[in-house]
């Protein structure tokens, strides 16, 4: 080959390297700055999270998904014996709430046990009723098959860890925000704060 060429060849190659680089860069900067947000989207621009659930409140009365309808939802998987992640973030919903003024009026929060054996209604009830707490939380209950249900539907993780007495629940800990249709709208890292999470959700319903 001429030298003009295999230059001219290489010169090609370096352009071709450095533009993947600069995409590559872009893109996992984008999903960084994403993650960071607590917003988490599928490649389709839909994240398939929610869906249809049938459970029990802390009242006994029987619900299920459209209990959405009509409402910001914040839907949070946990259980009443969990000693940091759940109150933790129980107390910063309240505190998110607070900072959203009355744009909390259109937002209500879903807790749904991943310990059915332990948490029954008066369980959730009971707990939910804690200080410090936010106002009007829904518990939500049923059998493993329904809880497993509820949570594969919104990609939440658990597990049981020990035997006796004295079990466990790991679980995951992301705090889903759902639409007034029902469909997911964002997801808000368990650690991202009030006044960040106020932002976001608060820049969510102005998108609608």
């Not at 989207?41 to 299920?64: C, N, S």
């Not at 909390?104 to 310990?115: G, P, R, S, Y």
Request: with cysteine; charged share 20%.
């Amino acid at each position: 080959m001429p030298r003009r060429s295999i230059l001219l060849f290489a010169g090609f190659c370096v352009m071709v390297a450095a533009a993947l680089a600069f995409v590559s860069f872009f893109v996992v900067n984008s999903r960084e700055r994403a993650s960071e947000a607590g917003f988490v989207e599928t490649g389709t621009g839909t994240a398939q999270i929610g869906g249809p659930f049938q459970l029990v409140d802390q009242d006994g009365r029987t619900v299920d998904q459209t209990l959405l309808d009509g409402k910001w939802t914040l839907v949070f998987f946990g259980f009443t014996y969990c000693p940091d992640f759940c109150p933790t973030t129980l107390a910063s919903i309240e505190a998110t709430e607070r900072l959203l003024g009355d744009k909390a009026d259109d937002l209500q929060t879903i807790f749904i046990t991943v310990d059915p054996e332990r948490d029954t209604p008066e369980a959730l009830k009971n707990y939910l009723n804690s200080e410090g707490f936010p106002e009007g939380v829904i518990g939500l209950t049923g059998t493993p098959e329904q809880i497993d249900g509820a949570a594969r539907a919104y990609r939440a993780i658990y597990e049981k860890v020990g035997e006796g007495d004295a079990y466990t629940m790991n679980h995951s800990l992301t705090v889903y925000l759902m639409g007034p249709d029902g469909q997911f709208r964002s997801a808000i890292s368990h650690d991202l704060g009030p006044q960040r999470s106020a932002e976001l959700i608060e820049r969510v319903m102005a998108r609608g």
